[in-house]
């Protein structure tokens, strides 16, 4: 079966620009994970859902970053006014709920701000 | 602060010969550690999850041990191919809500003919 793929792969951006990265996590699979990735570092937990709610937003770094999700499906990753700070891999993965171990990833998306 | 730290943090081996990489973590409390290969341009994929009762795990030519109690793992990879090439990342996950992970910086596996 299909599995978790994002969109775009490949963004260039302006700095102070809005993007908007989306996530389509492997169907029937309620849980949902957005991570950064930057050059050199580990992966960095940004946000979860739950269905559609987020019981954890402790890892967005700042008000300019968002996220929601829609029909227990698709998500969006929204960084408005964006940064050159901001540049990263973002990566999402889909689990089958929030307690299994198991977390399937999307192959990312590179956002390079210029 | 749940750290994992990874080393070597880059390697290169022969085709054919073994490897271990090691990954030491203070994650509290915890609940499993899981090795992930991820290959340039693309997502990590699962290799092996454990959990604290558990102290090795193999899947295919890649074998995980656990030492909870010194907070350290090791991933041995057996024969290396070519295909091996990729970050080989421990993460570590806390009890708690969310399954949120604590990842580390990986370590760069290259295999030469």
Known sequence: GAGVSQ??????????????????????????????????QGLEFLIYFQGNSAPDKSGLPSDRFSAERTGGSVSTLTIQRTQQEDSAVYL???????????????????LTVT | KNQVEQSPQSLIILE????????????SPFSNLRWYKQDTGRGPVSLTIMTFSENTKSNGRYTATL???????????????????????????????????????????????
Do not use: M
Not at chain 2, 16 to 27: D, E, F, I, S
């Open chain 1, 7 to 40: 969109s775009p792969s490949n963004k260039v951006t302006e700095k102070g620009k809005d993007v908007e990265l989306r996530c389509d996590p492997i169907s029937g699979h309620t849980a949902l994970y957005w991570y950064r990735q930057s050059l050199g």
């Open chain 1, 92 to 110: 999402c993965a889909s689990s089958p709920s929030h307690t299994s171990y198991e977390q399937y990833f999307g192959p990312g998306t590179r």
């Open chain 2, 16 to 27: 054919g010969k073994n490897c271990t990489l090691q990954c030491n973590y203070t994650v």
């Open chain 2, 67 to 113: 030492d909870a109690d010194t907070k350290q793992s090791s991933l041995h990879i057996t024969a290396s191919q070519l295909s091996d090439s990729a970050s080989y990342i421990c993460v570590v996950s806390a009890t708690g809500g969310g399954n949120k992970l604590t990842f580390g910086t990986g370590t760069q596996l290259k295999v030469e003919l």
